[in-house]
């Protein structure tokens, strides 16, 4: 097992809520969730991911309605980075960086509301799996891009990488 490039160098939650909802005889499924995800580079580290979950309103039989924002600080070995996702092109380094520290923070906070709704009416929430995708996270930066390509990462600042401000929704994939 190798140390991740990526290390997260703290965790908050700034808002954390749930409802329990009525359901029927149905057993309980997954709950249908949307993300929004940034993550802002600055020329010092560490850089910030910001993290929004809730439930999708429009479903029914959910258990729980929910919402969870979460900020982390983090750092990266751009050295181990660059070895570790070598077939990513310099350009698109922040991107592949930003989509798995938002992964990371998903996970985390997945587990926090599992804790919050463990002695909840239903049970623990059950979140639908998800696959968090370059579509998915927004990158940010204080300073201008091409200064953050080429000091953060060592980038060539003329081909940014893709991004993307909508937020994602599943499609109902069990988990």
Do not use: C
Not at 31 to 36: E, V
Not at 52 to 58: I, M, P
Not at 70 to 83: S, T, Y
């Amino acid at each position: 097992m190798k140390r991740s490039p990526l290390q997260l160098e703290w965790l908050s939650y700034p808002a954390a809520s749930f409802r329990a909802l009525p359901v029927g005889e149905d057993p309980i499924k997954p709950l249908m969730i949307k993300i929004a995800a940034t993550v802002t580079y600055h020329l010092d580290s560490p850089h910030q991911v910001e993290l929004t979950l809730s439930s999708q309103d429009d479903i029914d039989g959910a258990a729980y309605s929910i919402s969870v924002e979460a900020i982390a600080a983090f750092r990266f070995d751009l050295d181990q980075a660059r070895a570790v996702y070598h077939d990513a092109p310099a350009n698109a380094l922040p991107m592949v960086l930003a989509v798995n520290v938002t992964r990371i923070v998903y996970s985390a906070a997945r587990e926090l509301l599992a804790t919050l709704t463990a002695r909840a009416p239903h049970g623990s929430v059950l979140i639908d799996s998800i696959l968090i995708g370059p579509e998915d996270v927004t990158i940010g930066s204080v300073e201008p891009q091409d200064k953050i390509l080429s000091t953060v990462f060592g980038a060539d600042a003329r081909a940014p990488a893709k991004r993307s401000n909508k937020p994602r929704k599943t499609e109902g994939q069990a988990g």
